[in-house]
C-alpha cells in the first residue's frame, strides 16, 4: 500500500510538472495554483506516506522532524512565492520558477513527513503535534487563499489570460486561483489535521491512563 501511494505521489508530479499547467497555461495564476495544490496536497502526502518509515541510510535532522517548525517552513515557501514580484519572476525565467516549484516540493514533503512520522510514535503529545502541524497549515491557507479571493485588484498582472480553454480577466483568474487554495490546500490539510488527532483521540494508550 506504501509503495502504491509513493508511485502514485510520483505519477502526480509527472502530471502536473510535464503537463500544460506549467507550459502552455504558465501565464495564469490558477494553473499555478492548481499545480502548486498538486504538488503539495496531493503529490507531498502520498510521497510522504511511502516514505514515512524509510530511512535510506541517511540520519534524521531532528529540527526537521518537528511539525510546528516544518509548518512553518511551509508558511514561508508559500508565503514568499506568492508575492506579486516573485510570481512575476516565475513567468519570465523556467529556473526560477522550477526553483518555486522545487521549494513546494521540499516544503511539502518535510511538513507531510514530520506530521505523520510525529503521529505514528505513539504518545498523546507527539500524536497531538502532527495533527497540529497540518491544522496550523489549513490556517494559513485559508488565510491566504482568502485574501487572494476575496483582492479588490488583480496581484498578478493584468489584461486576459487564456486557461483551460477559457479567456479571463486577471481578476477572475486570481479568484479561481484562491478558491482552488481553499478547496484543495485547505481542505485537505484541515482533513489531515483532523484524521490524526482523531488517531490521538482513539489510543488505546490514552484510554488506558485515562482509566
Known amino acids: 500500500m506504501k509503495r502504491l501511494a509513493f508511485y502514485a505521489g510520483l505519477l502526480v508530479l509527472a502530471l502536473i510538472w510535464g503537463g500544460p499547467l506549467l507550459t502552455t497555461w504558465r501565464d495564469s495564476f490558477a494553473a499555478h495554483m492548481l499545480a502548486h495544490m498538486g504538488v503539495v496536497a496531493v503529490a ?28 512553518l517552513i511551509d508558511l514561508v515557501a508559500v508565503w514568499i512565492w ?13 529556473l526560477v520558477g522550477a526553483l518555486e516549484q522545487a521549494s513546494f516540493l521540499g516544503a511539502g514533503l518535510i511538513l507531510w513527513l514530520a506530521c505523520l512520522r510525529r503521529s505514528g510514535e505513539g504518545g498523546l503529545l507527539r500524536g497531538t ?16 487563499g482568502a485574501l487572494l479571493t476575496l483582492s479588490p485588484r488583480p496581484l498578478y498582472g493584468e489584461g486576459e ?8 480577466s486577471a481578476g477572475r483568474d486570481q479568484e479561481i486561483g ?9 481542505a485537505v490539510y484541515l482533513a489531515g489535521g483532523l484524521f490524526l488527532l482523531g488517531g490521538v483521540l482513539r489510543d488505546p494508550a490514552r484510554e488506558g491512563g485515562a482509566s
Do not use: K, N, W, Y
Not at 506568492?82 to 523556467?94: D, G, K, N
Open 44 to 71: 507531498s502526502p502520498l510521497l510522504a506516506i511511502g516514505l514515512a518509515d524509510a530511512r535510506f541510510g541517511l540520519p534524521e535532522i531532528p529540527v526537521l522532524s518537528s511539525p510546528l517548525v516544518a509548518s
Open 82 to 94: 506568492h508575492a506579486p514580484a516573485l510570481r512575476e519572476a516565475v513567468q519570465q525565467s523556467a
Open 129 to 144: 503535534a502532527g495533527a497540529f502541524g497540518l491544522l496550523f497549515t489549513s490556517v494559513h491557507m485559508t488565510l491566504l
Open 161 to 168: 489570460i487564456s486557461c483551460f480553454g477559457l479567456v479571463l
Open 178 to 186: 484562491g478558491v482552488m487554495m481553499l478547496l484543495i490546500g485547505a
